[in-house]
């Protein structure tokens, strides 16, 4: 089985990255519920226990088919490249009722029950309170599991749309596409996903390439008319996420740097900002930007404007130092 997505010639002019904090909410409510996704996070899932104990994640959960339809009202692609929580949720709370019904329907389907279930005869006889009561059980999840680690996810996201941008750049997107995840493939029309279940034209629309902290190891496509077609795929660098500062520092880095810039120098593995650092090694943003002026200064970063940051990133030198080389 695959997923197929044929590529009109608008479709090549119409790619676009993007980075959603509503579709790591949705994630992260899936992680909670899948033993399979948890590898990677379970410093994450330790911190976050008891908050999430108090959460209701049951009517998001029942509209998470492990195979089938998820809303795409619920959690539609971004509206744009750099959306903020507050602006995706109040697209979500403006769904057309009676569409997001029809969609809802389509997704309870996929769960034996479901529909006929006291909640989902509910949700269905009430559209508009069902929206309401959606959006308010993903702002409570976001709240809770995502909003407090954002500075850290949000850099780790965007430094891999920086460093596929490049790539883009480089090579273009036939070549880039394969390069997100092993299961892709490209022919010069169509992009396949193995084991997908998809076939999609993409009709000129073109193509919304996310990456994802919490939906490891799955690549996903989807969204039907009128929503962009998406593909979303796991983030550059999740594995060292979690990573505690100071536990990758060579110590011979540390005699000779000093500990905190030694610690800045290696937490680059994917390239950040300031302030995503400062948030990931629990130092001062002020402390974090003089080490990095240092660093740089001796040769061992680079630095580029992306959107409203300024992201770091080891050269080569740089790079030779962090590994003991």
């Known amino acids: 089985m695959a997923s197929h997505l044929h590529f009109g010639d608008d479709d090549f002019l119409n790619c676009r990255f993007a980075v959603s904090p ?49 809303p795409d009202w619920l959690g539609p692609p971004p509206i744009g ?25 389509r997704s309870l389907a996929c769960t034996p029950g479901a529909a006929d279930s006291a909640r989902g005869r509910a949700w269905l006889a009430d559209p508009l309170g069902m929206v309401r009561e959606l959006a308010d059980a993903l702002e409570a999840a976001w709240r809770v599991l995502v909003e407090p680690e954002w500075p850290r996810l949000r850099a780790l996201l965007e430094a891999d749309v920086a460093f596929h941008s490049r790539r883009l750049a480089e090579v273009g997107l036939g070549t ?6 092993s299961r892709l493939s490209w022919d010069g029309r169509t992009l396949t996903l193995a084991g997908g279940v998809y076939e999609r034209r993409l009709g000129g629309r073109g193509l919304v390439l996310m990456p994802s902290v919490f939906c490891w190891p ?3 496509t989807g969204f039907d008319p009128p929503w962009q077609p998406a593909l979303v795929y796991p983030a550059r660098g999740v594995g060292a996420l979690w990573a505690e500062p100071g536990a990758r520092t060579p110590e011979a880095l540390v005699r000779l740097l000093g500990r905190n810039r030694a610690a800045v120098l290696a937490a680059l593995d994917d390239p950040a900002s300031t302030t ?16 990095l002026s240092v660093l740089r200064d001796s040769g061992l970063l680079t630095s580029r404007r992306y959107g409203h940051q300024v992201l770091y990133e080891r050269t080569p030198l740089g790079m030779a130092l962090a590994s003991g080389g």
Do not use: C, K, N
């Open 218 to 220: 799955d690549v996903i």
């Open 81 to 105: 490249p750099a959306a903020t929580f507050e602006e995706e949720i109040a697209a979500v709370r403006a769904a057309d009722p009676e569409a997001a019904r029809e969609d809802t329907a």
């Open 176 to 181: 880039l596409l394969p390069e997100l995840d």
């Open 22 to 70: 509503l579709w790591e909410t949705h994630d992260a409510v899936r992680t909670l519920r899948r033993p399979d996704r948890q590898g990677y996070h379970v410093p994450w899932l330790r911190r976050i226990r008891a908050a999430a104990a108090g959460l209701d994640l049951a009517p998001l959960w029942l509209l998470m088919p492990r195979r089938g339809h998820s």
């Open 276 to 291: 995503a650092l400062a948030h990931r090694l629990g130092l001062a943003a002020s402390s974090v930007s003089s080490h």
